[in-house]
């Protein structure tokens, strides 16, 4: 059974989907025209079939509807027809795992050629070490093929990742120095507040690497992947810029995305290296205020300052792909085809 909602006005985006304080799902869609037909309709794929899909209410002109999550084990996705138009696909961007903060769904992005990312395909996290029986449970209904750890050899032996299902898992240590422990051992005089805009810097150097996990996300078909570091943060985040980047989304969406991990800074702050480590602890407590709030903090400006970097070196991102990585034309384009709807 369907049920009539309440109009409300919304100011922002076009469609919205947040967890409310009390564990409800709040959808939100605004049209400029009034008095248009609405039917809401949720579906465990987000892929829109009708024949599947649970109609779950009905009204008229711009409005919001807030229900209870109809799958809490597992990913909804939620279809707005508004008149004749069929909107976007829109799903939870933040995965409610107990015990893995800052777990994203980085779909649903304007993308290249007037098409979207995907959503249920790329999905980036802080460690798994934590991972409740619950977390693993719901983990595995996403269908991960592919789990990418961007630690280092020293972190994942310190606090290894659990077993999800029948995965393929592969360390990559993209950046030594992010590890937490490595990063504990430089002197107080080290740390700056620049410390991670010239760590975004470095990282756009790190061409070889960068390609292969690209090759080896290119090597998945499309399926869907998983890939962390330790808070989700610095490493995944500028590896989670290529990929957007390479899949034609815009820099100022990729930067609000990478700053989404603010939500979660006093808990990874707590929580970094599987319960706290303890050397990177230590050596916060000695930091002055705002050396400390600069390295728990996901600023805008410390990827913006990779950006930079790419058009320094290269003139844009489509050289950086071809000249920098050493990638083809044709890559990308599969790439697209495998992300993009």
Not at 96 to 116: C, H, I, K, S, T
Not at 230 to 238: E, H, L, N, Q
């Amino acid at each position: 059974m369907t049920r009539k909602i309440e109009t409300a006005g919304l100011q922002g985006e076009r469609v919205r989907l947040e967890r409310t304080e009390v564990g409800e799902l709040r959808l939100s869609w605004l049209r400029e025209e009034a008095n248009l037909p609405v039917q809401i309709y949720w579906s465990s794929q987000p892929q829109f079939e009708e024949r599947e899909a649970k109609l779950i209410a009905e009204t008229l002109g711009p409005s919001a509807c807030a229900f209870p999550d109809p799958q809490p084990e597992g990913r909804s996705y939620y279809h707005i027809r508004l008149g004749d138009e069929l909107l976007p696909p829109v799903a939870e961007r933040i995965v409610p795992l107990q015990r893995v903060p800052n777990f994203r769904d980085m779909g649903g992005y304007a993308a290249a050629e007037g098409r979207r990312v995907q959503w249920g395909k790329l999905y980036r996290s802080a460690e798994l070490a934590r991972m409740t029986e619950w977390d693993r449970q719901y983990a595995r209904s996403l269908g991960i093929v592919w789990i990418c750890d961007l630690r280092t050899p020293g972190e994942v032996r310190r606090y290894p990742s659990p077993r999800i299902s029948g995965e393929l898992n592969e360390n990559l240590s993209f950046m030594a120095s992010a590890d937490p422990g490595e990063m504990a051992s430089v002197s107080a005089d080290g740390m700056t507040i620049n410390m991670l805009a010239d760590a975004n810097r470095m990282m756009v150097g790190n061409t070889e690497l960068a390609a292969l996990f690209l090759r080896r996300l290119l090597d998945q078909g499309g399926a869907p992947v998983l890939f962390h570091c330790a808070a989700g943060k610095d490493r995944t985040g500028f590896v989670g810029s290529l990929i957007l980047q390479a899949l034609g989304v815009d820099r100022k969406d990729i930067l609000s995305d990478y700053a989404l991990t603010n939500r979660f800074a006093e808990r990874l702050n707590g929580e970094v290296g599987g319960g706290g480590d303890p050397a990177w602890a230590e050596a916060m407590k000695h930091l002055p205020e705002e050396v400390r709030s600069a390295l728990i903090e996901a600023r805008p400006a410390y990827l913006q300052a990779a950006f930079d970097e790419i058009d320094r070196k290269y003139g844009g991102f489509e050289t950086y792909w071809t000249i920098g990585l050493g990638l083809s034309l044709e890559e990308l384009r599969r790439l697209r085809d495998f992300y993009l709807q």
